[in-house]
């Protein structure tokens, strides 16, 4: 079975997003199509529109979604081009943002995404066809925009010393694989510290800058759940601490309702709630399938649900 058929929390996101006969979804990272087929399969009147940026992904998903011919729409494209996708005059019922990285993406060599495929090329780009690439940030940002990106997007604490060492080798020569770049970062890290897994973070930081996760992520989510009916779901599941900051960050904001002080004989501020949060605390992977897929340890899933239309 490919890894794209090991989609993360497959019943809680089903159980969370409640598919209703006719309703209308919106899977914004498609991936090989493991929980758009779910969505399609659960209810044999719901559709769905999926979109990914990936090439790969889309092809996969293609195929795995033949049986729902007809009741779907996939797009290659970002999930924050929603707007562009969605017609006007469509709400939805529920969404699902699996934000992570997808094994695929982690296994295929050629695309440079892990720290333990040494000879792999520092690319790390989700879709193929953007122009940036993680060789381009290692060899061509200054040391100052190296640092500000290991230390906002990989939370790094030797984000200065990694950044320098960066900039000493590739006056040398170009850093172009991942190796290259996984030994620069344990070399200049004090000894007690280095580990198997001690570049992690700066791949992490060089990943996201390269594909703009975190850009508009926050405008994107609140897009979103504005195209909620009344009683539709929202989903999304992260696998690091910036992206689920964000999205706590939203739902609790959307989730408010007046925020006059309470000194006030009248609200004035005229804010209503939008959300009802499900999810107090965000829902991991069972143990089970932590040990089948140790990528899930990292995983966690928020759901809301529109109570406004």
Do not use: W
């Not at 020569?173 to 280095?194: A, D, H, M, Y």
């Amino acid at each position: 079975m490919s890894a794209y058929h090991h989609p993360i929390m497959l019943d809680e996101v089903i159980e969370g997003l409640n598919v209703k006969p006719n309703g209308l979804y919106f899977d914004g990272t498609c991936g090989g199509a493991g929980h758009s087929s779910a969505i399609l399969g659960k209810e044999p009147t719901a559709r769905l529109v999926a979109t990914d940026k990936d090439g790969d992904a889309v092809e996969e998903a293609t195929k795995r979604l033949e049986p729902f011919a007809g009741r779907y729409r996939l797009v290659r494209t970002d999930f924050k081009n929603f707007g562009e996708v969605l017609l006007p005059d469509e709400r939805l019922d529920g969404f699902l943002l699996d934000l992570g990285v997808s094994s695929h993406q982690i296994d295929d060599e050629s695309r440079g995404f892990a720290y333990r495929l040494a000879d792999a090329p520092l690319d790390m780009r989700m879709d193929k066809r953007s122009a940036l690439t993680a060789a381009d940030v290692v060899n061509g940002y200054p040391l100052e925009e190296l640092k500000r990106i290991l230390r906002e997007y990989g939370e790094e604490p030797f984000a200065g010393t990694i950044s320098k060492s960066i900039v000493r080798e590739r006056e040398k020569k170009q850093i172009r694989t991942c190796g290259e770049l996984k030994e620069l970062v344990e070399n200049s890290l004090p000894p007690k510290f280095r580990s198997a897994a001690c570049a992690r973070q700066t791949f992490q930081a060089i990943r996201i800058e390269v594909n703009g996760e975190l850009n508009g992520l926050e405008s994107c989510l609140r897009g979103l759940i504005k195209r909620l009916k009344k009683g539709g779901r929202a989903c999304v599941i992260s696998f690091h601490s910036l992206e689920d900051r964000v999205v706590k960050s939203v739902f609790r904001d959307l989730s408010t309702a007046c925020t006059c002080p309470k000194s006030f004989p009248v609200c004035v501020c005229g804010r209503v709630k939008e959300l009802e949060i499900l999810t107090r605390k965000p829902l991991t992977a069972s143990e089970e399938e932590q040990k089948n897929n140790p990528r899930a340890k990292s995983a966690k899933l928020r759901i809301a649900e529109k109570i406004t239309e």
